[in-house]
Every structure is written in C-alpha cells, then in structure tokens.
Nanobody, 124 residues
Framework: QVQLVESGGGLVQAGGSLRLSCAASGRTFSSYCMGWFRQAPGKEREFVAA????????YYKDSVKGRFTISRDNYEKTAYLQMNSLKPDDTAVYYC?????????????????WGQGTQVTVSS
C-alpha cells in the first residue's frame, strides 16, 4: 500500500514558478512509477508528466515540455513537479499518482494510488 500527499500548490502570477511535492508512505515507493495529473473546473483529468521508478525515464504533456520537470527522491519517498513559466491555463488541481509500470502512463484509470490534490492558481 502507498499513500500519497501533495503539497506546494498556491497562487502565483503568470511567469512565476511553483514546486509541487508528493510525499509517499509505505515501503514500496521506489517500486512504483509516478505521475502527475491535473484537473481544471469542468474538464477531465489530464496527464501532465510521469517518471520511471528509477527516475531515468521521464515523459511530459506537450504543452508543459520545457517548463515543467518531474523528479523523484526514492530515499525521501517523494516525487516532485517543478513548474516554471506558469500560465493561466495551468490553473488546476494537481494530483500525484502511482502505478507499477509506465504502460499507458497517460491514462488516469491505470494508476492505483492517488493523492488528494493541491490547488494551483495562476493569475494573469
């Protein structure tokens, strides 16, 4: 079992940065691939980024490439999403999630574990 808790969300002006954290409990964090998703009001939950269990493979939604960076620290049992050059369209609740492999990594229903979400609001 893995429990996930996100933090680091908040209100930021366009062009600013935020770093989201996803703290995991349980001994098997390093065995799981991690993903970040987001959901804006009235929209479906969408894939943002994913990282392999070892951290050597990362994947991104096209619109965040070059602005967002996903990383993880298996010793600290924490995944991160560094978000730079934020835009108002990035406004959403951001969720971290865990799954056993990278197959269908952009499909939310393939993830077993989910955090409660953290709100990110980017003002123009």
């Amino acid at each position: 079992q893995v429990q996930l808790v996100e933090s680091g969300g908040g209100l930021v002006q366009a062009g600013g940065s935020l770093r989201l954290s996803c703290a995991a409990s349980g001994r098997t964090f390093s065995s799981y691939c991690m993903g970040w998703f987001r959901q804006a009001p009235g929209k479906e939950r969408e894939f943002v980024a994913a990282i392999s269990w070892s951290g050597d493979k990362t994947y991104y939604k096209d619109s965040v490439k070059g602005r967002f960076t996903i990383s993880r620290d298996n010793y600290e049992k924490t995944a991160y999403l560094q978000m730079n050059s934020l835009k108002p369209d990035d406004t959403a609740v951001y969720y971290c999630a865990g799954k056993e492999n990278l197959y269908e990594r952009d499909q939310p229903d393939r993830y077993r574990y989910w955090g409660q979400g953290t709100q990110v609001t980017v003002s123009s």
